[in-house]
């Protein structure tokens, strides 16, 4: 008599269904764990931040070297290069003109409007802000970059990023 000898392990069948499962559920779990397209727009928008950051600093000593500084009431003007900026306690005024004049960012990606108080940088197509619907309102806005007009002498501007999550 033969000796029949048992199976041990699995059979190669059973491997490829069990990589193809594995595949299917990664496929399907990955996007919720890896949020790469909003983590991408938000280095964009801490990106247009750092421009802000340092124009305003640009600004910032281009009226100390001149003697200007502005009020809220009366803005001085102060020629930067790229344009002709408003100045308040020698810092950019929070106009859609000056962040124009500022940065250099794409107007078919992002917006600029006016809300109260601020200007508001964002991203066309996945911010939940619209000038239409919201204006001047802009609170609870993602996907934002907000600047706020110096509040004293001596003071910077707010810089405020609104993540797109």
């Known amino acids: 008599m033969q000796k029949v000898s048992m199976q041990k392990g699995f059979t190669l069948i059973e491997l490829i269904i069990v990589i193809v499962l594995l595949g299917i559920l990664a496929v399907t779990a990955a996007p919720k764990f890896l949020n790469l397209q909003d983590d991408a727009r938000d280095a964009t928008l801490e990106g247009i931040r750092g421009s802000l950051e340092t124009s305003t600093s640009v600004v910032?000593?281009?009226?100390?070297?001149?003697?200007v500084s502005?009020?809220?009431?009366?803005?001085?003007?102060?020629?930067?290069?790229?344009?002709?900026?408003?100045?308040?306690?020698?810092?950019p005024e929070a106009t859609a003109a000056n962040m124009q004049a500022l940065?250099?960012?794409?107007?078919?990606d992002f917006g600029i409007a006016a809300i109260t108080g601020a200007v508001l940088i964002y991203a066309k197509g996945y911010s939940n802000y619209s000038v239409a619907a919201n204006a001047p309102d802009a609170s609870g806005a993602k996907c934002t970059v907000e600047f706020t007009t110096s509040a004293g002498e001596g003071q910077r501007p707010e810089i405020v990023v609104n993540s797109c999550v």
């Open 103 to 108: 940065l250099d960012i794409d107007a078919d």
């Open 60 to 67: 910032n000593g281009k009226a100390l070297i001149n003697s």
């Open 70 to 91: 502005g009020t809220s009431d009366t803005p001085a003007t102060l020629n930067v290069g790229t344009g002709n900026v408003t100045v308040v306690n020698g810092y």
